[in-house]
Structures are given as C-alpha cells and as structure tokens.
C-alpha cells in the first residue's frame, strides 16, 4: 500500500514570495492533516479536512495560509507572502477515521525563508 | 487544555543498553487516546502504538515495550538492548476522543532526541 505522498521535499523561497505544497494522502483515507514543524518542536496542527470539508482550522494563519482538498484526495498548503518564521517542514498526515485511527505521515516538505 | 511533557531532550546510550523514554500528559477528557512515533534522520514520521484511556495494560512489540498508567498520566517507552537504527527523535502525542468538540488532532511533546552509540 502507497504511503502519504508530499512534493516538494525540499523548498527555497525568499520572504514574501508565494509557494504551494502537494499531499496525495493513503487511499481511503477521509481525513487529511498539515501540521508545521519547527525545528526542534513536536508537529502542530494547521487544518484538518474531512473528506473535503474543514474540520479545524483554528491554528491555521488565514492573513498568510490557505488549504483546500480538491475531491476529498489531494490537497494544497499555499503561503503566500511568506515570512522568515514560516521556515519549517510541513507534514501532511492521513487517516481512516480521524477520532479513533492513527495518522500516518508523509515524508515533509522543508521550507527555508530567507 | 492538552498537553504533552516530553521532559527529556536528549539521551545519549551505548548499543544493548536499555533506555527509557517518559511522557507525561494533561486531559479532562475521559476518553482519549496516546501515540508514540518515532522520526529518523530522514524526518518522515513512523507510527509506533497507539492506546486508548480504557486500556492500561502494557504492551512489548519486540524490543519495544511501553507502560501506560493513568494514576500518573504517564505513557513510557522502553527500548530495550538498543540498537543504533534505534537513533531518532522520539515523540509521544494525545488525542481526544469522539465528543467534547474533539477533532482527533494530535498533541505532540517536544520530543526526545534518542543517540545510540556503537
């Protein structure tokens, strides 16, 4: 069974640029995560969707980040102007259920602001 | 509010020594459920267990063994006769459970950074 597929894995970007990421989550999985990691943090969470609604998007910088999930798959993380803090790995995590299953990760997108 | 206390940033063991790794953690919630992952150098995040609230019994996958204690609120986990592909970050989270608004996110700790030596 395919993992949790991001792109890019790595990303260079001056301040106030825009960039994007991609998740393709496992198959079947109705709920999708991005969380931000700083380095030498635990990762939080940005938006939860369920299927391709918005279950939580509380922590999510709405001036600066926005997220969709086209069709209840794939989903898209812009930043857009980006800021130096921004810098981090941007996870996209999947689950069956998101209240009972575990999420499991994809390989992170390191975003460097400079 | 949730919370997850990793108190030890690092640990540094020689290979075949035993290391525990603590995790201590806050909830009103009756229900709940904690997660341990473990993230090597290449920073994918590898799910390890997973535990409900109503279910305290330990559990031993191979080397690894974990101990849940709700009069503690701690979830510790043991690696025992360590090896060096056991080298990564450790992180423990917590999750609700269904009710009270709970979403299914994870809170994580701030991570145990674990050195195997050979």
């Known amino acids: 069974e395919a993992g949790v597929a991001q792109s890019p894995r790595y990303k260079i970007i001056e301040k106030r640029q825009s960039v994007a990421f991609w998740c393709n989550p496992i198959?079947?999985?109705?709920?999708l995560y991005w969380y931000q990691q700083i380095l030498g943090q635990g990762p939080k969470l940005l938006i939860q969707?369920?299927?391709?609604?918005?279950?939580?998007d509380s922590q999510l910088p709405k001036d600066r980040f926005s997220a969709e999930r086209l069709k209840g798959v794939d989903s898209t993380l812009k930043i857009q102007p980006a800021k130096l803090e921004d810098s981090a790995v941007y996870l996209c995590?999947?689950?069956?259920?998101?209240?009972?299953?575990?999420?499991?990760f994809g390989p992170g997108t390191r975003l460097t602001v400079t | 509010a949730q919370k997850v206390t990793q108190a030890q940033t690092e640990i540094s063991v020689v290979e075949k020594e035993d290391v525990t790794l603590d995790c201590v953690y806050e909830t009103r919630d009756t229900t709940y459920y904690l997660f341990w992952y473990k993230q090597p150098p290449s920073g994918e995040l590898v799910f390890l267990i997973r535990r409900n609230s109503f279910d305290e019994q330990n559990e031993i996958s191979g080397r690894y063994s974990w101990n849940f204690q709700k009069s503690t609120s701690s979830f510790n986990f043991t690696i025992t006769a360590s090896q060096v592909v056991d080298s990564a970050v450790y992180f423990c989270?917590?999750?609700?459970?269904?009710?009270?608004?709970?979403?299914?996110?994870?809170?994580f700790g701030q991570g145990t950074t674990l050195q195997v030596k050979p």
């Open positions: 995590a999947s689950s069956l259920d998101g209240q009972i299953y575990e999420q499991y």
């Open positions: 989270a917590l999750s609700g459970g269904r009710g009270s608004g709970n979403t299914g996110k994870l809170i």
């Open positions: 198959s079947g999985h109705a709920t």
């Open positions: 969707f369920q299927n391709n609604g918005v279950v939580d």
